[in-house]
């Protein structure tokens, strides 16, 4: 029972992690989101390797490499959503009662950006401060990937882009 | 300003091509290899045992035939593991060409690519009508594929994307890579490089069961022996694999980079891959991209060739060489098709590694002048040189000979080869700038180089051999008529060929089918003639200052030695103007030479043939034997001193410098071999010559003994109906033919005595002289030798009798002399047959 409440947990985190990359994917690499379900599969089986493929001298290839930036963004998410989760709390006394009853995935996920423009008042989002903050996590996250500095630029800009900010 | 378009090196076959080539060479060379080596690590023992025991010391076995009856089963047996090894290798090497596209599949992940990548599937379509290529299916890979990549097996090659191209999110970077590999299937590299990658696993086994079975076998010595040739053979494999890997990326970058913009996305995407060093950079299977960059800025660079090119073709040449011969030889024992053992290894290995090397050091040539830079001929040299060296230390080739001679002849040659055949592509490059076609250049050296590396292969096996047997059988060889006809047209081709390229209205340009811009830089050769003719007349001259002071020879064997020195003076001639063009004009000089030194062994050969005419002699009699004898020696003389093109050069163009130095050097070496004949030319005496006014001269004269060697010399078998049988045998046709037109004219009896012992006696006496000369060690030749000395000795037997009898009309006595000379001539018969199986 445990256990398979663990899967479920980890299962809507996935979800999550996805969503945003999905959002992500808008603004940094929108030909990926046709393959996303694929890549996001990949990713959850072996995050590693997804992230760091052995640096093979692959004798037919062409010798240039193409990499996708779904992978990143997956990982990005993972280490934004723990933040973006003690932010949602935060945010949520602010805002009423009812929502602090919501689960805390419902709360992430109405953080996430889903159209243009500015938020409504009284739905929840980051402060600048708090989109700072998760700019900066993302962006060392990157860089500890072993990405170059301008690909995390884009990473991070990207996860923060996603994300519902007042300005 | 327009910008001049840039030189297209692919017009010319590539460097891919080229290279698959010489690794196709590479996996059967060392299948057989293999193959020999399994032999004697598991059946060794038994076929020593079979071999001794046809050759018991005391025991010959009664001919030739029976002989070889006896060996053969063993030596078959040999060949035939080495075929069958050979065999299953190859079928090996095709299973992997076949099954590593499934295995990469699997392993891989890749699946065909979906309605998703639609955009991807009908813009390979598209790019692959523009190359000209059949449209390849599309896979596409997981996240973890990278870079794309072609697989598939020989016509059902796929192109393998990473997921991120196959989305053709950046349409540039999706036409450049794909394009890069669409070139792939256009040079037709994928099986052959899948073949290559995969190489190490076939050879690697394969090479190491034969070192298992002679360590298991308890004989450590065979097993380390083998080990260590198949650790270097495996080693150049390696090197002849990483040179395809890295030249096929420059080519496929280089086809890729016709269509517009490509090379610019190409360069701007290498240019931010990080460069490796140090160990990973040298063994990686990719060029760097800082090399990638430069080509594709600079094509030329890809047709640039470098020492590590010439040093696989080197060795593999020359350890080839006795791994085909042992094999053809042990094939066709007893067969009469043995005799052209070195022959077969020549025609087998010479046009596969000719082609290649000819065309390579072209089109190097050809992107030299247009990049107005050096080209690389003298770099490939050495490689060859050094590779060479390797390949005959390491190889078979060696076995049974003078290793400290023998060692360096073949390397040495196949070196100055190579800057010959380079050389005269140098100065055939500033004479194509009117041609409409490629093959005005890629054909001409693929000929070229197939003639003169066949050549070169073949006359280095029997120099080799000749140098065994001492001096005496080396100028034996080069003097002996007929016996350099390959070398002679070889020169012949070569000197046409040379003065094509030389001709008069060669501007130096580009052709339109390379591009790029025109060098006007000097040409090469210019008095290449003159030289060849100045030293020729230097040479004659020396001839004559010679024949004037020493004056008419006095004996016989003076007058075989003269005309033996005066084949050796005007070769030499020859090879002095390729060795002073060489020297002051380097790798272009020497391609000159090859005009210039047939030139100058022609004009000194004509020259001594005025010279007898002068003193009253008849020349013709042995205007062929001497001027083709002389090209033949000369071109070979050339090959050697071409590898002087290995030096460093000053670069002196002055044809007068050239001239004045060539006029000393073939004058002085004209006179002085005249003059040390009894060294250079030791030959034997003979008591017939034809008197060419005061001068006896004997080119290939009815006794045979023109050729014959230094007296007791051991001939080896393979030279030996070169240098022994063919000069008997033309006494033998000889003496036979005066003996019936004696019966034809049927003078009187006392006439036909005076005439047979004015005559006939004298040259069939020189030809027991010579026939008794030669003592061979090997006990079959001794064998068959046996026979020509019993024969010579009944014929002169017989005559002396038919001379007597016919000046006593003693019909017993006649009676006598027909049986000696039937007895005669059946030992002849039986020698010819003993001959044709040696």
């Known amino acids: 029972m445990a256990t398979k409440r663990a899967l479920a947990i980890d299962q809507e985190q996935r979800d999550l992690a996805v969503e945003l990359t999905a959002l992500a994917l808008e603004r940094a690499a929108p030909d990926e989101i046709v393959v996303l379900n694929d890549s996001a599969a990949e990713y959850f089986d072996d995050p590693e390797s997804a992230l760091h493929p052995p640096d093979r001298d692959e004798p037919l290839g062409a010798g240039i490499d193409v990499v996708m930036t779904t992978p990143y963004l997956l990982s990005a998410a993972g280490v934004v959503l723990p933040v973006l989760g003690a932010f949602a709390g935060d945010i949520a006394k602010d805002i009423a009662k009812d929502v602090v009853k919501e689960p805390l995935v419902r709360r992430i996920r109405a953080l996430f950006r889903r159209g243009p423009g500015e938020p409504a008042a009284n739905v929840p989002a980051l402060t600048q401060d708090q989109a700072l903050h998760v700019r900066g996590v993302v962006l060392e996250h990157a860089r500890a990937l072993g990405l170059p500095p301008g690909q995390a630029t884009v990473i991070a800009d990207a996860t923060v882009g996603s994300l519902r900010v007042r300005s | ?838």
């Open chain 2, 1 to 838: 300003m327009t910008t001049p378009p840039r030189p297209d090196v692919l017009a010319l076959p590539p460097s891919t091509a080229l290279r698959m080539v010489v690794l196709s060479v590479a996996l059967v060379i060392a299948a057989l290899f293999v193959g020999t080596a399994m032999h004697n690590a598991v059946l060794g023992e038994s076929w020593q045992t079979a071999v001794q025991g046809c050759l018991q010391p005391g025991q010959i076995l009664p001919d030739t035939a029976a002989q070889t009856a006896c060996q053969s089963p063993a030596e078959r047996r040999r060949a035939v593991v080495a075929l069958l090894t050979a065999s299953g290798s190859v079928v090996l090497a095709v299973v992997v060409v076949v099954a590593a596209p499934v295995v990469i599949r699997r392993r891989r992940r890749l699946e065909p690519a979906d309605g998703r990548f639609a955009r991807a599937i009908a813009a390979v379509a598209a790019l692959s009508a523009e190359m000209g290529v059949r449209p390849p299916g599309l896979l596409v890979g997981p996240g973890s594929v990278r870079s794309p990549f072609c697989v598939g097996r020989p016509g059902d090659h796929r192109i393998a994307l990473p997921r991120k191209l196959a989305l053709r999110g950046n349409p540039a970077l999706f036409d450049a890579l794909v394009g890069h590999e669409l070139a792939h299937l256009a040079h037709r590299d994928v099986g052959i490089s899948w073949l290559a990658r995969s190489l190490a696993y076939v050879l690697g086994p394969l090479l190491a069961i034969p070192v298992v079975v002679a360590a298991v076998g308890r004989e450590p010595g065979l097993a380390l022996d083998i080990g260590w040739r198949a650790a270097l053979l495996l080693g150049v494999v390696l090197l002849l694999v990483r040179g395809l890997m890295r030249a096929r990326e420059f080519d496929a970058d280089l086809r890729a980079a016709r269509r517009p913009g490509v090379g610019r996305v190409l360069d701007v995407e290498l240019a931010r891959r990080p460069e490796e060093s140090g160990r990973r950079a040298a063994v990686a299977w990719h060029p760097g991209p800082a090399q990638r960059r430069a080509v594709l800025a600079e094509p030329v660079g890809a047709a640039t060739l470098g020492l590590l090119d010439g040093l696989p073709l080197g060795f593999l040449a020359l350890f080839a060489v006795p791994v085909v011969g042992n094999t053809a030889a042990a094939l066709l024992l007893g067969d009469p098709s043995i005799n052209l053992v070195a022959l077969i290894s020549a025609l087998v290995l010479g046009p596969l590694l000719g082609v290649t090397l000819g065309i390579g050091l072209w089109r190097d040539a050809l992107a030299a002048r247009s990049g107005g830079r050096r080209a690389g001929t003298g770099r490939v040299a050495l490689g060859v040189l050094g590779g060479g060296l390797v390949g005959q230390v390491s190889g078979l080739a060696l076995v049974g000979l003078d290793q400290a001679a023998s060692a360096v002849i073949a390397p040495v040659a196949l070196a100055g080869a190579t800057v010959l055949l380079g050389g005269l592509g140098e100065q055939w490059v500033t004479g194509v700038g009117r041609t409409r076609r490629p093959a005005s250049v890629w054909a001409p050296a693929a000929l070229a180089g197939a003639l003169l590396v066949t050549t070169v292969l073949w006359a280095t096996g029997q120099l080799e051999v000749a140098f065994s047997g001492g001096w005496g059988l080396v100028a034996a060889w080069l003097t002996a008529p007929g016996a350099l006809a390959l070398p002679g047209v070889a020169a012949l081709v070569l000197a046409l060929a040379a003065a094509w390229a030389l001709r008069r209205g060669r501007d130096g340009s580009t052709p339109p089918w390379w591009g790029g811009s025109s060098s006007w830089t000097a040409l090469p050769g210019r008095g290449t003639i003159l030289v060849g003719l100045v030293a020729g007349v230097a040479g004659g001259a020396g001839l004559a200052l010679h024949r004037a002071v020493a004056g008419a020879s006095e004996t016989d064997a003076d007058a075989i030695a003269r005309f033996d020195a005066a084949v050796l003076a005007a070769a030499a001639v020859g090879a002095v103007v390729v060795a002073v063009l060489t020297l002051l004009r380097g790798t272009a000089g020497a391609g000159a030479g090859l005009l210039a030194g047939p030139v100058a062994t022609t004009t000194t050969a004509i020259l001594f043939l005025v010279i007898v005419a002068i003193v009253g002699g008849n020349p013709l009699a042995f205007a062929v034997p001497l001027v083709s004898g002389a090209l033949g020696a000369g071109w070979l003389l050339s090959v050697a001193v071409a590898s002087l093109g290995l030096t460093p050069v000053p670069g002196l163009r002055s044809t007068a410098v050239a001239a004045l130095l060539a006029l000393l050097l073939a004058g002085g070496s004209a006179t002085g071999l005249m003059a040390a004949r009894s060294v250079v030319a030791p030959g034997l005496p003979s008591d017939l010559s034809h008197d060419v006014g005061g001068d006896t001269v004997t080119p290939a004269g009815r006794d045979g003994s023109q050729q014959a060697v230094a007296p007791t010399a051991d001939v080896p078998r393979s030279l030996y109906a070169d240098v022994v049988a063919r000069p008997l045998l033309e006494g033998r046709r000889s003496t036979a033919a005066w003996f019936r037109e004696l019966q034809t004219e049927s003078p009187p009896a006392d006439e036909s005595a005076r005439r047979i012992r004015a005559e006939q006696l004298p040259v069939l006496r020189s030809m027991l002289e010579g026939a008794e000369s030669v003592r061979p060690s090997d006990p079959m030749v001794s064998s068959v030798h046996g026979h020509a000395v019993t024969g010579a000795r009944l014929q002169l037997a017989g005559f002396e009798t038919l001379a007597a009898a016919l000046e006593t009309q003693d019909r017993d006595q006649l009676a006598t002399a027909d049986a000696l000379l039937r007895q005669g001539n059946a030992e002849w018969r039986q020698w010819a047959a003993g001959v044709g199986a040696l």
